[in-house]
Protein backbone atom coordinates (compact mmCIF):
# COMPACT_ATOMS: atom_id res chain seq x y z
CA UNK A 1 0.00 0.00 0.00
CA UNK A 2 2.95 2.29 0.71
CA UNK A 3 4.35 1.61 -2.35
CA UNK A 4 1.21 2.64 -4.40
CA UNK A 5 0.55 5.86 -2.57
CA UNK A 6 4.28 7.07 -3.13
CA UNK A 7 4.49 5.44 -6.64
CA UNK A 8 0.74 7.71 -7.41
CA UNK A 9 2.30 10.91 -5.43
CA UNK A 10 5.38 10.31 -8.13
CA UNK A 11 3.61 9.00 -11.36
CA UNK A 12 3.76 12.56 -13.32
CA UNK A 13 7.46 13.57 -12.34
CA UNK A 14 7.92 9.72 -13.97
CA UNK A 15 6.13 9.82 -16.91
CA UNK A 16 7.80 13.16 -18.21
CA UNK A 17 9.64 12.51 -21.65
CA UNK A 18 13.57 12.59 -20.66
CA UNK A 19 15.68 13.53 -23.62
CA UNK A 20 19.19 11.76 -23.65
CA UNK A 21 22.06 14.06 -23.31
CA UNK A 22 23.88 14.62 -26.76
CA UNK A 23 27.40 14.46 -25.35
CA UNK A 24 29.74 11.41 -24.95
CA UNK A 25 29.04 11.06 -21.68
CA UNK A 26 28.25 12.79 -18.29
CA UNK A 27 30.01 16.04 -17.46
CA UNK A 28 32.24 15.91 -14.81
CA UNK A 29 33.16 19.00 -12.80
CA UNK A 30 36.77 19.50 -14.37
CA UNK A 31 35.33 18.80 -17.67
CA UNK A 32 33.17 21.80 -17.28
CA UNK A 33 35.79 24.13 -15.84
CA UNK A 34 37.48 23.58 -18.90
CA UNK A 35 34.56 23.91 -20.99
CA UNK A 36 34.03 27.53 -19.15
CA UNK A 37 37.88 28.60 -19.57
CA UNK A 38 37.80 27.44 -23.16
CA UNK A 39 34.37 28.49 -24.77
CA UNK A 40 32.46 30.95 -22.71
CA UNK A 41 31.60 33.97 -23.90
CA UNK A 42 33.87 36.52 -21.88
CA UNK A 43 36.81 33.89 -22.43
CA UNK A 44 35.85 33.66 -25.90
CA UNK A 45 36.58 37.60 -26.26
CA UNK A 46 39.68 37.73 -24.30
CA UNK A 47 41.06 35.45 -26.58
CA UNK A 48 40.30 37.51 -29.79
CA UNK A 49 41.76 40.24 -27.80
CA UNK A 50 45.41 38.71 -27.98
CA UNK A 51 44.95 37.97 -31.30
CA UNK A 52 44.13 41.15 -32.27
CA UNK A 53 47.11 42.26 -29.85
CA UNK A 54 49.56 39.74 -31.87
CA UNK A 55 48.10 41.89 -34.96
CA UNK A 56 49.56 44.57 -33.87
CA UNK A 57 52.87 42.88 -33.47
CA UNK A 58 53.15 43.09 -37.43
CA UNK A 59 52.05 46.16 -37.79
CA UNK A 60 54.62 47.59 -35.77
CA UNK A 61 57.08 45.44 -37.45
CA UNK A 62 56.33 46.71 -40.77
CA UNK A 63 57.59 50.17 -40.15
CA UNK A 64 61.29 48.27 -40.01
CA UNK A 65 60.60 45.78 -43.34
CA UNK A 66 61.14 47.13 -46.44
CA UNK A 67 58.32 49.31 -48.50
CA UNK A 68 58.09 48.52 -52.01
CA UNK A 69 55.57 50.02 -54.86
CA UNK A 70 55.09 50.20 -58.10
CA UNK A 71 53.31 52.29 -60.75
CA UNK A 72 52.44 52.81 -64.31
CA UNK A 73 51.07 56.14 -66.16
CA UNK A 74 49.97 56.88 -69.40
CA UNK A 75 49.73 60.56 -70.01
CA UNK A 76 48.25 62.35 -72.87
CA UNK A 77 49.06 66.50 -72.44
CA UNK A 78 50.49 69.76 -73.61
CA UNK A 79 52.97 71.84 -71.88
CA UNK A 80 53.63 75.79 -72.17
CA UNK A 81 57.62 76.13 -72.94
CA UNK A 82 57.44 79.69 -72.15
CA UNK A 83 57.09 78.79 -67.84
CA UNK A 84 60.17 76.90 -68.36
CA UNK A 85 61.79 80.20 -70.59
CA UNK A 86 62.47 78.34 -73.43
CA UNK A 87 60.81 80.47 -75.99
CA UNK A 88 62.42 81.82 -79.17
CA UNK A 89 61.10 82.76 -82.62
CA UNK A 90 59.97 79.65 -84.03
CA UNK A 91 59.78 78.31 -80.98
CA UNK A 92 57.38 78.42 -77.68
CA UNK A 93 53.99 78.60 -76.57
CA UNK A 94 51.92 75.51 -76.29
CA UNK A 95 52.85 72.26 -77.46
CA UNK A 96 51.13 69.87 -79.72
CA UNK A 97 49.53 67.01 -77.64
CA UNK A 98 52.24 64.62 -77.06
CA UNK A 99 51.55 61.27 -75.37
CA UNK A 100 54.04 60.25 -72.16
CA UNK A 101 54.33 56.61 -70.82
CA UNK A 102 56.33 55.79 -67.45
CA UNK A 103 56.86 52.44 -65.17
CA UNK A 104 57.99 53.18 -61.75
CA UNK A 105 59.20 50.68 -58.88
CA UNK A 106 59.71 52.34 -55.77
CA UNK A 107 61.45 50.90 -52.79
CA UNK A 108 62.14 52.37 -49.40
CA UNK A 109 64.39 50.89 -46.34
CA UNK A 110 64.61 52.15 -42.67
CA UNK A 111 68.19 51.43 -41.92
CA UNK A 112 68.23 52.86 -38.03
CA UNK A 113 64.78 54.05 -36.72
CA UNK A 114 65.47 53.56 -32.86
CA UNK A 115 61.68 54.89 -32.11
CA UNK A 116 60.13 52.20 -34.30
CA UNK A 117 62.27 49.71 -32.55
CA UNK A 118 60.77 50.70 -29.19
CA UNK A 119 57.39 50.43 -30.55
CA UNK A 120 58.11 46.95 -31.81
CA UNK A 121 59.13 45.63 -28.55
CA UNK A 122 56.07 47.34 -26.89
CA UNK A 123 53.95 45.81 -28.91
CA UNK A 124 55.36 42.33 -28.16
CA UNK A 125 55.28 42.82 -24.25
CA UNK A 126 51.29 44.23 -24.81
CA UNK A 127 50.81 40.86 -26.67
CA UNK A 128 52.25 38.74 -23.65
CA UNK A 129 49.72 40.91 -21.34
CA UNK A 130 47.12 40.16 -23.84
CA UNK A 131 48.01 36.19 -23.63
CA UNK A 132 48.06 36.52 -19.98
CA UNK A 133 44.50 38.25 -19.74
CA UNK A 134 43.40 35.00 -21.78
CA UNK A 135 44.29 33.25 -18.70
CA UNK A 136 42.24 35.32 -16.41
CA UNK A 137 39.59 35.79 -17.75
CA UNK A 138 39.42 31.52 -18.77
CA UNK A 139 39.75 31.29 -15.01
CA UNK A 140 36.73 33.37 -13.76
CA UNK A 141 34.98 31.86 -16.62
CA UNK A 142 35.47 28.73 -15.28
CA UNK A 143 35.31 29.38 -11.81
CA UNK A 144 31.63 31.03 -12.91
CA UNK A 145 31.17 27.42 -15.02
CA UNK A 146 32.08 25.24 -11.64
CA UNK A 147 30.14 27.40 -9.49
CA UNK A 148 27.12 26.98 -11.87
CA UNK A 149 27.72 22.86 -12.15
CA UNK A 150 27.65 23.08 -8.18
CA UNK A 151 24.32 24.67 -8.15
CA UNK A 152 22.77 21.57 -10.30
CA UNK A 153 24.38 19.45 -8.01
CA UNK A 154 23.03 20.88 -5.49
CA UNK A 155 19.64 21.02 -7.03
CA UNK A 156 19.69 17.54 -8.02
CA UNK A 157 20.83 16.51 -4.23
CA UNK A 158 17.61 18.55 -3.24
CA UNK A 159 15.22 16.32 -5.43
CA UNK A 160 16.17 13.46 -4.04
CA UNK A 161 15.86 14.53 -0.36
CA UNK A 162 12.43 16.04 -0.88
CA UNK A 163 11.41 12.35 -2.63
CA UNK A 164 12.90 10.81 0.19
CA UNK A 165 11.38 13.44 2.71
CA UNK A 166 8.00 12.29 0.69
CA UNK A 167 7.88 8.86 1.09
CA UNK A 168 8.56 9.52 5.06
CA UNK A 169 5.81 11.52 4.85
CA UNK A 170 3.77 9.06 3.20
CA UNK A 171 4.44 6.03 5.61
CA UNK A 172 3.41 8.37 8.40
CA UNK A 173 0.61 9.51 6.87
CA UNK A 174 -0.03 5.31 6.39
CA UNK A 175 0.28 5.03 10.26
CA UNK A 176 -2.22 7.66 11.32
CA UNK A 177 -4.59 6.36 9.32
CA UNK A 178 -4.17 2.93 11.01
CA UNK A 179 -3.65 4.36 14.76
CA UNK A 180 -6.87 5.90 13.33
CA UNK A 181 -8.74 3.35 12.52
CA UNK A 182 -7.87 1.36 15.11
CA UNK A 183 -9.12 3.99 17.42
CA UNK A 184 -5.75 5.02 19.55
CA UNK A 185 -5.45 8.94 17.38
CA UNK A 186 -8.17 11.31 16.52
CA UNK A 187 -8.57 12.38 12.84
CA UNK A 188 -6.79 15.66 13.11
CA UNK A 189 -3.80 13.70 13.39
CA UNK A 190 -4.57 12.02 10.43
CA UNK A 191 -4.79 15.46 8.72
CA UNK A 192 -2.06 16.74 10.35
CA UNK A 193 -0.39 14.07 8.21
CA UNK A 194 -1.92 14.97 5.29
CA UNK A 195 -1.32 18.47 5.31
CA UNK A 196 2.36 17.78 5.86
CA UNK A 197 2.54 15.20 2.83
CA UNK A 198 0.98 18.34 0.93
CA UNK A 199 3.57 20.47 2.37
CA UNK A 200 6.49 18.36 1.05
CA UNK A 201 5.02 17.46 -2.68
CA UNK A 202 4.67 21.57 -3.01
CA UNK A 203 8.45 21.81 -1.90
CA UNK A 204 9.54 18.48 -4.22
CA UNK A 205 7.68 20.64 -7.49
CA UNK A 206 9.61 23.77 -6.39
CA UNK A 207 13.00 21.99 -6.12
CA UNK A 208 12.77 20.50 -9.52
CA UNK A 209 12.06 23.91 -10.53
CA UNK A 210 15.13 25.14 -9.03
CA UNK A 211 17.12 22.30 -10.54
CA UNK A 212 15.90 23.14 -14.61
CA UNK A 213 16.83 26.87 -13.49
CA UNK A 214 20.02 25.99 -12.78
CA UNK A 215 20.62 23.75 -15.70
CA UNK A 216 19.83 26.52 -17.88
CA UNK A 217 22.64 28.53 -15.24
CA UNK A 218 24.79 26.16 -16.62
CA UNK A 219 24.14 26.04 -20.04
CA UNK A 220 24.92 29.27 -20.68
CA UNK A 221 28.18 29.41 -18.13
CA UNK A 222 29.71 26.94 -20.64
CA UNK A 223 27.96 28.46 -24.16
CA UNK A 224 25.87 25.58 -24.31
CA UNK A 225 22.30 25.93 -26.43
CA UNK A 226 19.81 26.57 -23.71
CA UNK A 227 17.85 23.35 -24.65
CA UNK A 228 20.81 20.86 -24.64
CA UNK A 229 20.28 18.12 -22.14
CA UNK A 230 23.35 18.00 -19.65
CA UNK A 231 24.27 15.14 -17.92
CA UNK A 232 26.42 15.46 -14.61
CA UNK A 233 28.86 12.39 -13.57
CA UNK A 234 30.31 14.30 -10.15
CA UNK A 235 28.36 14.25 -6.96
CA UNK A 236 28.92 16.68 -3.75
CA UNK A 237 32.07 15.04 -2.62
CA UNK A 238 35.78 15.55 -2.52
CA UNK A 239 37.33 16.65 -5.82
CA UNK A 240 40.36 18.32 -6.72
CA UNK A 241 44.23 18.39 -5.73
CA UNK A 242 46.07 19.20 -2.48
CA UNK A 243 46.39 22.85 -1.82
CA UNK A 244 48.89 25.00 0.22
CA UNK A 245 47.66 24.75 4.01
CA UNK A 246 48.90 27.84 5.91
CA UNK A 247 48.10 31.44 5.18
CA UNK A 248 52.11 32.71 3.71
CA UNK A 249 52.24 29.31 1.68
CA UNK A 250 48.89 30.22 0.29
CA UNK A 251 49.92 34.03 -0.44
CA UNK A 252 53.60 33.11 -1.98
CA UNK A 253 51.54 30.57 -4.41
CA UNK A 254 48.98 33.02 -5.50
CA UNK A 255 51.27 35.82 -5.87
CA UNK A 256 53.68 33.34 -7.96
CA UNK A 257 50.53 31.74 -10.46
CA UNK A 258 47.55 34.34 -10.48
CA UNK A 259 47.86 35.49 -14.41
CA UNK A 260 46.17 38.67 -13.67
CA UNK A 261 49.00 39.85 -11.75
CA UNK A 262 51.39 38.94 -14.03
CA UNK A 263 49.52 40.11 -17.10
CA UNK A 264 49.83 43.46 -15.09
CA UNK A 265 53.45 43.35 -14.51
CA UNK A 266 53.78 42.59 -18.28
CA UNK A 267 51.55 45.72 -19.22
CA UNK A 268 53.57 47.80 -17.00
CA UNK A 269 56.93 46.47 -19.17
CA UNK A 270 55.21 47.10 -22.11
CA UNK A 271 54.68 50.67 -21.29
CA UNK A 272 58.37 51.26 -20.38
CA UNK A 273 58.86 50.37 -23.62
CA UNK A 274 56.27 52.34 -24.76
CA UNK A 275 58.16 55.59 -22.74
CA UNK A 276 61.48 54.65 -24.16
CA UNK A 277 59.76 54.29 -27.43
CA UNK A 278 58.83 57.98 -27.20
CA UNK A 279 61.92 59.42 -25.50
CA UNK A 280 64.03 57.90 -28.89
CA UNK A 281 62.09 59.33 -31.01
CA UNK A 282 64.37 62.50 -30.62
CA UNK A 283 66.95 60.59 -32.04
CA UNK A 284 67.96 60.59 -36.12
CA UNK A 285 66.69 58.00 -38.42
CA UNK A 286 67.85 56.71 -41.30
CA UNK A 287 66.42 55.80 -44.16
CA UNK A 288 68.09 54.04 -47.91
CA UNK A 289 65.39 54.49 -50.71
CA UNK A 290 64.99 55.01 -53.97
CA UNK A 291 63.26 54.91 -57.99
CA UNK A 292 63.72 52.78 -61.14
CA UNK A 293 62.24 54.82 -64.04
CA UNK A 294 61.66 53.85 -67.73
CA UNK A 295 59.92 56.52 -69.55
CA UNK A 296 59.01 58.16 -73.23
CA UNK A 297 56.47 59.09 -75.78
CA UNK A 298 56.34 55.48 -76.90
CA UNK A 299 56.68 51.77 -75.37
CA UNK A 300 59.91 51.58 -78.14
CA UNK A 301 61.24 54.66 -76.94
CA UNK A 302 61.28 54.33 -73.05
CA UNK A 303 64.20 55.04 -71.45
CA UNK A 304 65.88 53.74 -68.35
CA UNK A 305 66.91 56.52 -65.26
CA UNK A 306 67.10 56.13 -61.83
CA UNK A 307 67.11 57.83 -58.32
CA UNK A 308 68.61 56.59 -55.10
CA UNK A 309 69.28 58.33 -52.08
CA UNK A 310 70.26 58.48 -48.25
CA UNK A 311 67.79 60.61 -45.64
CA UNK A 312 68.59 61.12 -42.38
CA UNK A 313 65.93 62.54 -40.71
CA UNK A 314 67.05 64.75 -37.59
CA UNK A 315 63.90 65.67 -35.55
CA UNK A 316 64.65 69.24 -33.92
CA UNK A 317 61.09 70.97 -32.62
CA UNK A 318 57.65 69.61 -33.16
CA UNK A 319 55.77 72.00 -30.35
CA UNK A 320 57.40 70.01 -27.40
CA UNK A 321 54.70 67.07 -28.89
CA UNK A 322 57.37 64.80 -27.73
CA UNK A 323 57.68 65.62 -24.19
CA UNK A 324 54.73 65.83 -23.47
CA UNK A 325 54.06 62.25 -24.60
CA UNK A 326 56.62 61.33 -22.97
CA UNK A 327 55.32 62.55 -19.11
CA UNK A 328 52.01 61.70 -19.99
CA UNK A 329 53.27 58.19 -20.36
CA UNK A 330 55.51 58.48 -16.94
CA UNK A 331 52.08 59.55 -15.60
CA UNK A 332 50.48 56.34 -16.83
CA UNK A 333 53.72 54.34 -15.36
CA UNK A 334 53.35 56.04 -12.01
CA UNK A 335 48.75 54.98 -12.03
CA UNK A 336 50.24 51.44 -13.44
CA UNK A 337 52.80 51.07 -10.01
CA UNK A 338 50.15 51.56 -7.66
CA UNK A 339 47.18 49.30 -9.76
CA UNK A 340 49.75 46.88 -9.23
CA UNK A 341 50.56 47.23 -5.79
CA UNK A 342 46.88 47.25 -4.71
CA UNK A 343 46.70 44.24 -7.19
CA UNK A 344 49.06 42.41 -4.86
CA UNK A 345 47.15 43.35 -1.50
CA UNK A 346 43.86 42.27 -3.45
CA UNK A 347 45.59 39.10 -3.93
CA UNK A 348 47.08 38.11 -0.43
CA UNK A 349 43.77 39.15 0.34
CA UNK A 350 42.02 36.93 -1.25
CA UNK A 351 44.14 33.98 -0.87
CA UNK A 352 43.99 34.17 2.94
CA UNK A 353 40.17 34.81 2.92
CA UNK A 354 39.78 31.47 0.57
CA UNK A 355 41.23 29.56 3.29
CA UNK A 356 39.53 30.44 6.27
CA UNK A 357 36.19 30.26 3.81
CA UNK A 358 37.14 26.80 3.31
CA UNK A 359 38.03 25.62 6.41
CA UNK A 360 34.98 27.33 7.48
CA UNK A 361 33.24 25.26 5.07
CA UNK A 362 34.86 21.82 6.02
CA UNK A 363 33.37 22.75 9.90
CA UNK A 364 29.78 23.30 8.47
CA UNK A 365 29.69 19.97 6.39
CA UNK A 366 31.29 17.98 9.53
CA UNK A 367 28.14 19.93 11.90
CA UNK A 368 25.47 19.28 9.48
CA UNK A 369 26.49 15.65 9.12
CA UNK A 370 25.82 15.23 12.71
CA UNK A 371 23.03 17.56 12.58
CA UNK A 372 21.46 15.13 10.06
CA UNK A 373 22.18 12.36 12.09
CA UNK A 374 20.30 13.51 15.23
CA UNK A 375 17.26 14.60 12.67
CA UNK A 376 17.00 10.75 11.54
CA UNK A 377 17.38 9.79 15.27
CA UNK A 378 14.30 11.97 16.27
CA UNK A 379 12.05 11.02 13.34
CA UNK A 380 12.28 7.37 14.38
CA UNK A 381 12.06 7.84 18.27
CA UNK A 382 8.87 10.28 17.28
CA UNK A 383 7.58 7.48 15.19
CA UNK A 384 7.85 4.70 17.62
CA UNK A 385 6.33 7.05 20.50
CA UNK A 386 3.55 7.63 17.70
CA UNK A 387 2.86 3.90 17.26
CA UNK A 388 2.96 3.55 20.63
CA UNK A 389 0.49 6.12 21.34
CA UNK A 390 2.20 7.82 23.37
CA UNK A 391 2.81 10.95 20.93
CA UNK A 392 0.59 12.47 18.35
CA UNK A 393 1.20 13.58 14.91
CA UNK A 394 2.90 17.10 16.31
CA UNK A 395 5.59 15.83 17.46
CA UNK A 396 6.19 13.68 14.11
CA UNK A 397 5.80 16.27 12.12
CA UNK A 398 7.81 18.06 13.94
CA UNK A 399 10.69 15.53 13.84
CA UNK A 400 10.23 15.47 9.84
CA UNK A 401 10.51 19.50 9.76
CA UNK A 402 13.75 19.35 11.11
CA UNK A 403 14.89 15.96 9.44
CA UNK A 404 14.04 18.47 6.22
CA UNK A 405 16.00 21.25 7.33
CA UNK A 406 18.93 18.50 8.56
CA UNK A 407 19.14 17.81 5.00
CA UNK A 408 18.76 20.92 3.21
CA UNK A 409 21.30 22.21 5.91
CA UNK A 410 24.15 19.31 4.95
CA UNK A 411 23.14 20.05 1.32
CA UNK A 412 23.87 23.30 1.18
CA UNK A 413 27.45 22.68 3.61
CA UNK A 414 28.38 20.84 0.61
CA UNK A 415 27.62 23.01 -1.71
CA UNK A 416 29.48 25.75 -0.08
CA UNK A 417 32.45 23.39 0.88
CA UNK A 418 32.78 22.87 -2.85
CA UNK A 419 32.51 26.62 -3.87
CA UNK A 420 35.30 27.55 -1.09
CA UNK A 421 37.22 24.56 -2.83
CA UNK A 422 36.77 26.05 -6.01
CA UNK A 423 37.08 30.46 -5.14
CA UNK A 424 40.62 28.28 -3.12
CA UNK A 425 41.88 27.34 -6.21
CA UNK A 426 40.77 30.57 -8.63
CA UNK A 427 42.02 32.96 -5.70
CA UNK A 428 45.68 30.98 -5.66
CA UNK A 429 45.90 30.97 -9.26
CA UNK A 430 45.90 26.81 -9.47
CA UNK A 431 42.42 26.06 -11.42
CA UNK A 432 44.32 25.08 -14.79
CA UNK A 433 45.48 22.05 -12.18
CA UNK A 434 42.84 20.62 -11.99
CA UNK A 435 42.50 17.53 -13.91
Not at 33 to 50: F, H, M
Not at 178 to 206: C, H, K, M, W, Y
Not at 236 to 261: K, M, N, Q, Y
Not at 371 to 390: D, I, P, S, T, W
Request: charged share 25%.
Amino acid sequence: MRRLVLLAMLWPSMIRPQAQPAQAGPLTLVEVIELGRRQAVQATLAQLNARIADSRIGQHRSELLPFVAGGATAARQTRNLDEFGLSAPGFGGVTDPFSVLSLQLRAQQTVFDPAAFGRLRAAKDSAIAAGLDVKTAGSLAGATAGLAYLRVLSAEETVKARQADSAVAVDLLLQAKQSFEAGIIPVIDVTRNEVNLANVRTQLAVARNQRDRARLDLARAIDFPLDHPIALADSLGRWGVDLPSTAPEAVIFALSHRPELAAEEQRMKAMEQTRSALRQENLPSLVFGGTIQESGREISTLKYSYLFQLGLNVPILDGFRRQLRTTEQSLRLDAETIRIRDLRHQIEAEARQALLDLASAEDQVSLANDRLRLGELELHQAEERFKAGVAGSVETSNAQAGLIAARDALIQARVAHGSARLNTYRALGALDQLH
